[in-house]
């Protein structure tokens, strides 16, 4: 069975701390590995922390919310766990994962791993109307409390994958008033749409 690793760097020397970190499930396809360096944005506040480690198989996972154990989950005989909760709606919530074999002797014990449930949609500002030449490029801003994934947009009925910010438009582009809708993503699955008339002269 393969097992996931992170390497987080001690204070002193070149000398590492391997820990077996989990992952988060937030609905049936947006699977997030927890960082302890940044927080992980995620669209719902019910989530599945879920990981395979086989030195504690038959054991259990403790989950601990800001030092409260707040799960006990009992792991398989392949060393795979998985620990359903409910993040706090407002504001950031850290986790942190005691890992405990079957002897229940404590084998591990994780960093602390914030996340924070965000249902802001990205914020798309474009001119109701943009004159662009063909083969030219037209702008748009976008704004979010977190990151964005991904753009695309759809011109004259075609979808384009965009990045962030432009869109060229086609140099076969017919002159005149052509209808174009921007959309993006971020990293939560939050979606965020802007129509536009684009006037090519």
């Not at 084998?107 to 798309?124: A, C, F, G, Q």
């Given at each position: 069975?393969?097992?996931?690793?992170?390497?987080?760097?001690?204070?002193?020397?070149?000398?590492?701390?391997?820990?077996?970190?989990?992952?988060?499930?937030?609905?049936?396809?947006?699977?997030?590995?927890?960082?302890?360096?940044?927080?992980?944005?995620?669209?719902?506040?019910?989530?599945?922390?879920?990981?395979?480690?086989?030195?504690?198989?038959?054991?259990?996972?403790?989950?601990?919310?800001?030092?409260?154990?707040?799960?006990?989950?009992?792991?398989?005989?392949?060393?795979?766990?998985?620990?359903?909760?409910k993040?706090?709606?407002?504001?950031?919530?850290?986790?942190?994962?005691?890992?405990?074999?079957?002897?229940?002797?404590?084998?591990?014990?994780?960093?602390?791993?914030?996340?924070?449930?965000?249902?802001?949609?990205?914020?798309?500002?474009m001119?109701?109307?943009?004159?662009?030449?063909?083969?030219?490029?037209?702008?748009?801003?976008?704004?979010?409390?977190?990151?964005?994934?991904?753009?695309?947009?759809?011109?004259?009925?075609?979808?384009?994958?965009?990045?962030?910010?432009?869109?060229?438009?086609?140099?076969?582009?017919?002159?005149?008033?052509?209808?174009?809708?921007?959309?993006?993503?971020?990293?939560?699955?939050?979606?965020g749409?802007?129509?536009?008339?684009?006037?090519?002269?």
């Amino acid at each position: 069975m393969s097992e996931a690793y992170v390497i987080s760097p001690a204070e002193e020397g070149f000398n590492y701390t391997l820990y077996h970190t989990p992952s988060v499930a937030v609905g049936a396809s947006k699977v997030f590995t927890l960082n302890e360096n940044s927080i992980i944005f995620v669209k719902k506040a019910n989530v599945a922390f879920r990981g395979a480690f086989e030195s504690i198989a038959n054991g259990v996972v403790r989950v601990y919310k800001s030092g409260k154990l707040v799960k006990k989950v009992k792991v398989d005989k392949s060393g795979k766990w998985r620990a359903k909760v409910k993040l706090g709606r407002k504001g950031v919530s850290a986790y942190e994962f005691k890992y405990y074999n079957s002897a229940g002797q404590l084998v591990e014990t994780t960093p602390s791993y914030r996340l924070m449930v965000d249902k802001k949609r990205p914020d798309i500002t474009m001119g109701k109307t943009v004159d662009v030449s063909r083969g030219g490029t037209m702008e748009w801003q976008v704004a979010d409390n977190d990151s964005i994934d991904h753009c695309f947009c759809v011109f004259r009925g075609k979808k384009y994958p965009v990045s962030e910010y432009s869109f060229s438009v086609p140099d076969t582009t017919p002159l005149g008033i052509s209808k174009i809708k921007v959309t993006c993503y971020d990293r939560a699955g939050n979606k965020g749409s802007r129509n536009a008339k684009v006037n090519v002269r």
